[in-house]
């Protein structure tokens, strides 16, 4: 890489992070829905499409920012985040073809019902509900939170299949189709450990999966996310937890082909992996290898550094020769720079 990269300081990382939640708080529409993507630095030009999966994981974005800011969160932003919240509960309806004496609550997009919607679901939910400031005002959940996400879980914790999960079925039949995501399981995994639902199939699924390396050629950054809370909730040995992410970050470090597509999403995808681990890490000194450690973190601040190339005032384009900007090329950035505020502050 260039030397000519310029230096990503805790402070410029705050900014971004802060900047990012005011624009995301700022095309939050009355009904909770965003401005789900435009032009940058001109939202009236606005793109056709809505996607529910990135509607939760803007929003499990801008709670966290809210929570580990450090400052009292204004007015505009918490009931942006009230309102998004909202949206999520609408989206929630009970299985016709699940077990009664289990109920369970399904997130519902367009007659459909994704697995990695619940997993996202339940980030956006869990952190939401940390958000003091907000007790008592979520009132578009169909119960009350904790009712809301435990029901949530029993529907996820139910589409374990064997070795992995069933990715989608059809609301109103319970059809399960043969549609399947790179993406799916890492994000369900995580959704369901975040909320301390690793019962005993969740976690046999969990070690069945970090054994055989999967998510390695997909340099999946919601397994990364996945296998570090599996490690830090003693989900997995911690030597299980050692060869996954060494295999995990040994696929992103030796494979730097995304960082050429020449967009900003891809590459902030592997920078929250690298930054995720690099702080599970911290707590964990011991886990890693110091050369692996000192190569992730100058990948991770080389990817840093690359991302500022499509951003201006809150807004992350989605690469050269276009001026789009989508709320998840926002979330998958602005993240990466959360958590490389909490490594460098």
């Not at 990503?8 to 939050?28: G, N, Q």
Request: with cysteine; hydrophobic share 40%.
């Amino acid at each position: 890489m260039s030397a000519a990269l310029p230096a990503v300081t805790p402070i410029l990382s705050r900014d971004i992070v802060a900047a990012s939640l005011e624009h995301l708080s700022r095309i939050t529409l009355p009904g909770g829905r965003f401005i789900y993507a435009h032009e940058a630095g001109d939202t009236d030009q606005r793109h056709d499409g809505y996607n529910l999966l990135r509607h939760c994981g803007t929003l499990w974005f801008m709670a966290r920012a809210v929570n580990e800011s450090g400052a009292a969160a204004s007015d505009t932003v918490l009931d942006a985040v009230r309102r998004a919240t909202g949206f999520v509960g609408r989206k929630l309806e009970p299985a016709p073809w699940a077990r009664p004496d289990q109920p369970s609550l399904a997130l519902v997009g367009k007659g459909m019902v994704k697995l990695g919607g619940l997993g996202l679901g339940l980030l956006a939910l869990s952190e939401v509900g940390r958000i003091a400031a907000l007790d008592g005002r979520l009132t578009d959940l169909p119960f009350s939170l904790d009712e809301t996400v435990a029901r949530m879980c029993r529907y996820a914790l139910d589409e374990i299949d064997g070795s992995d999960f069933r990715h989608k079925r059809v609301l109103a039949t319970g059809e399960v189709t043969t549609f399947r995501s790179d993406y799916y399981t890492g994000e369900a995994i995580f959704g369901l450990l975040l909320t301390g639902s690793a019962d005993a199939e969740l976690t046999r699924v969990t070690t069945s999966l970090m054994q055989r390396g999967y998510g390695w050629a997909q340099q999946s950054h919601w397994m990364a996310y996945a296998a570090c809370e599996a490690v830090e909730r003693d989900v997995v040995p911690k030597a299980l937890g050692a060869t996954y992410l060494t295999g995990l970050m040994e696929a992103i470090l030796g494979d730097t082909l995304y960082r050429y597509r020449r967009q900003s999403t891809p590459i902030a995808c592997r920078s929250e992996a690298l930054t995720r681990v690099l702080l599970l890490a911290r707590r964990l000194p011991d886990l890693l290898s110091a050369d692996l450690l000192a190569r992730m973190r100058t990948h991770a601040a080389e990817n840093l550094a690359l991302q500022l190339d499509w951003y201006k005032d809150g807004q992350f384009r989605q690469g050269d020769g276009t001026q789009r900007v989508q709320i998840d090329y926002i979330q998958h950035n602005a993240t990466a720079f959360l958590h490389w505020a909490e490594l460098e502050g």
